[in-house]
């Protein structure tokens, strides 16, 4: 039978969301910056936070995987009464993120770099490639190994990046589809970046956005498939160029400043941030047809509260939210959310295979669910420490050369250097 708006609605987004936009850097000193109410502030009024390592970004991170968890282990009942779909949050947590920092290191390292752009571009690109493709070809592999049929017949799609058109062209839905749009976005950003004069710097980026929006207006008017578009880059363009935008906006002086954010400006974005949750809240509670509003305002929303969730995580959280944002488990779970990411929905199809079953049985969904869990942890924790940590110290080879004295670069301190 064929789905109603709604249920396409719930295929699209409150079940098929899952991504990592982004994995996770190295976790260096926590930040020393005073504490606040909410939010630590610099130690003087004004002053620029630089492209030095934001450890509550982390946590932001974990706290991404863990909604995608939640949503693809937690059964029929938590997907019918979470209302705004923790994996669709999770997706967009983690492209929002991902905008931000890279657009922003980039940034860094493009203008202050007098080696030329083709320099910039190697570096960036074997950067992001040590990150992401060690762990993700390696998945494949095992996968395709363990004859677990998306991979065998549709491997190719995988490993080419190109996962999100596979699901167009009528193939099966995997996770990799995030992983393909932000590759694809990150193929582009680059030279787009490089092409703009640095004055028109904010209104490219804001025409990210702009795109994104008209581009889910035309989809809906052109009838395109929810979950084809959903999985689209243009249908995740506003969630990252959002990111991107706060990333220029916080690019000042050759580095990442936050210092704007504060005083009457920074309780603007929160009360936008506030007004797009509650928004979402009364379009699925109001409304027994919520396709159409929520279709067009979901992504905006969620770009404008985790915008201003991960400009306030950069300038780091105090008390009990910085407590928990600082504790090891947290910060951990983040480092290794990536391989969670990749991994975590192919657990469940290993436990039910015969040769796993003539074992342990036939278990009730609750146990497969929480074995799924363990080894969603586990086993990204061996890829850490075995894979991903070895070759990440290779990316010190492709750093920023022949950078300005001066610059945060170049005075020793530790920076963030691409995060996944």
């Not at 009024?45 to 995608?68: C, E, F, K, N, Q």
């Not at 991902?98 to 083709?118: K, M, T, V, W, Y």
């Not at 075995?386 to 492709?398: D, H």
Request: charged letters at 15%; proline letters at 6%; aromatic letters at 14%.
């Amino acid at each position: 039978m064929a789905k109603t708006p709604r249920a396409a609605w719930d295929a699209a987004i409150l079940r098929q969301h899952v991504s990592v936009g982004d994995a996770v850097s190295k976790v260096m000193r926590p930040s020393i910056l005073p504490n606040a109410r909410l939010l630590r502030r610099p130690a003087s009024a004004g002053a620029p936070v630089s492209t030095s390592y934001m450890p509550h970004l982390d946590s932001l991170r974990a706290l991404a995987i863990s909604l995608v968890l939640v949503e693809h282990f937690g059964g029929p009942l938590v997907r019918a009464y979470l209302p705004l779909s923790a994996g669709a949050l999770g997706v967009d947590l983690f492209f929002v993120l991902s905008g931000f920092l890279i657009s922003g290191i980039f940034l860094a390292e493009f203008d202050a770099c007098e080696s030329g752009a083709g320099a910039v571009l190697v570096n960036f690109y074997t950067r992001r490639a040590l990150r992401l493709v060690p762990v993700f070809y390696v998945t494949v592999a095992a996968l395709y190994a363990l004859n677990i049929a998306q991979m065998r017949e549709f491997w190719a799609w995988h490993v080419l990046y190109l996962s999100n058109f596979l699901i167009a062209a009528g193939g099966p839905l995997t996770v990799f589809w995030s992983l393909s749009v932000e590759e694809q976005f990150y193929l582009l950003l680059p030279f787009v970046i490089i092409l703009t004069p640095k004055r028109y710097r904010l209104l490219v980026a804001a025409s990210i956005i702009f795109f994104g929006f008209m581009s889910r207006i035309l989809a809906l008017w052109l009838g395109i498939n929810p979950v084809s578009f959903e999985a689209s880059l243009p249908g995740n363009l506003e969630v990252l160029g959002t990111g991107v935008l706060l990333g220029v906006y916080s690019h000042r002086n050759g580095k990442r400043d936050l210092g704007w954010f504060q005083g009457p400006l920074a309780r603007v974005l929160g009360a936008a941030a506030a007004i797009s949750f509650a928004l979402q809240l009364v379009i699925f509670y109001g409304s027994a047809h919520v396709f159409v509003p929520r279709y067009l305002t979901f992504r905006l929303s969620a770009a404008i509260f985790f915008g201003w969730l991960v400009l306030s995580a950069a300038r780091g959280f105090s008390g009990l939210l910085g407590a928990v944002a600082d504790h090891p488990a947290v910060r951990y779970t983040g480092r290794i959310s990536y391989g969670i990411y990749v991994m975590h929905t192919f657990f469940p199809p290993l436990i039910w295979m015969p040769e796993v079953k003539q074992f342990t049985g036939d278990l009730p969904r609750p146990a497969v669910a929480v074995a799924a869990l363990l080894l969603s942890w586990l086993v990204p924790s061996i890829s850490w420490y075995a894979l991903e940590r070895p070759v990440l110290g290779l990316r010190r080879y492709f750093r920023g050369t022949r950078i300005r004295k001066g610059d945060s670069l170049s005075r020793g301190k530790k920076v963030m250097v691409d995060p996944p």
